[in-house]
């Protein structure tokens, strides 16, 4: 069963690209980069960062916005090249995940106000993650009360915060202001 979201003003932004892949090349036309998993090319996208929904980087990592929080501000932390579990990162990937997860826990509640934090991660397709192909670890804002009846009795998730000021917020609460100039590639 599916949640419906309620209040997501972004959404209507989400629909208007129907028909198009998830860098935003219309259907019937060759991307610019076809290899590579969903989050490599978003990343390669030519979009800015903000238009991606990309809230930092790091060296070997980013973290990027969920186009379907479950919480305002769900946002993920990810390698940049695609692979598909932590035993496949090398060192300085791990260090930089892990690095950047905190931080982004840090904004969350500097730029959310958020009262706790969800970390996560779905290590494969049997364990819930839909894109099993690139590991990516959640990072979801919790407020007192965030699950409410509209959950539990209507399917709806209510969104208080549009993903441009999500990413705004974010970026605003990241430790030391906003992310480091080398972040942001």
């Not at 979201?5 to 036309?29: A, F, K, N």
């Not at 598909?84 to 997860?101: Q, R």
């Amino acid at each position: 069963m599916t949640l419906d979201h309620l209040w997501s003003t972004w959404r209507s932004e989400y629909v208007g690209t129907l028909g198009d892949d998830p860098i935003g090349q219309p259907t019937g036309e060759a991307p610019p980069t076809p290899e590579g998993t969903l989050f490599e090319r978003i990343l390669a996208a030519p979009a800015s960062d903000r238009d991606k929904f990309v809230v930092a980087r790091g060296r070997r990592c980013f973290a990027l916005l969920n186009l379907f929080p479950y919480t305002a501000g769900h946002a993920m932390v990810l390698p940049n090249r695609g692979v598909p579990g932590l035993v496949d990162l090398d060192e300085e990937e791990f260090s930089e995940l892990w690095a950047l997860v905190r931080d982004l826990t840090v904004a969350c509640r500097e730029g959310l106000g958020c009262d706790a934090v969800n970390v996560g991660v779905n290590l494969g397709e049997a364990a819930g993650g839909s894109q099993s192909d690139h590991l990516h670890v959640h990072v979801v804002p919790r407020w007192v009360g965030d699950a409410n009846f509209m959950t539990a009795t209507a399917d709806t998730r209510t969104l208080p915060v549009a993903l441009p000021e999500a990413w705004d917020r974010l970026r605003a609460g990241w430790p030391g202001g906003a992310p480091a100039a080398w972040m942001e590639g």
